[in-house]
């Protein structure tokens, strides 16, 4: 089993930054993918910005050339950096991953971190 766990969401002012973390535990052999994905109150849940394995890296067009992501693979530990956040940012942001363990590859998801952001 593999467990993802988001932290660094928060209450911030528009035009702040926050810096979210996801550390995945358990049985991993490897892991092929993470992302991050957010849901607003009302609206479907959406991917945010993911990263393939080294080389692929994909952003949402609402957040280019204002959040990065990055992961520590010796931590097996992706961040989110949000710069220049914006009321619209707000939601709930969930940690994604393609995980191989010592049965199957699977896809997970955290439990999900609040972000706010206040005009």
């Known amino acids: 089993q593999v467990q993802l766990v988001e932290s660094g969401g928060g209450l911030v002012q528009a035009g702040g930054s926050l810096r979210l973390s996801c550390v995945a535990s358990g049985s991993i052999v490897s892991i092929n993918r993470m992302g991050w994905y957010r849901q607003a109150p009302g609206k479907q849940r959406e991917l945010v910005a993911e990263m393939i394995v080294r080389s692929s890296i994909n952003y949402a067009d609402s957040v280019k050339g204002r959040f990065t992501i990055s992961r520590d693979n010796a931590k097996n530990t992706a961040y989110l950096q949000m710069n220049s956040l914006k009321p619209e940012d707000t939601a709930v942001y969930y940690c994604?991953?393609?995980?191989?363990?010592?049965?199957?590859?699977?896809?997970?998801w955290g439990q999900g971190t609040q972000v706010t952001v206040s005009s």
């Open positions: 994604n991953a393609v995980v191989l363990t010592d049965r199957a590859l699977r896809n997970y």
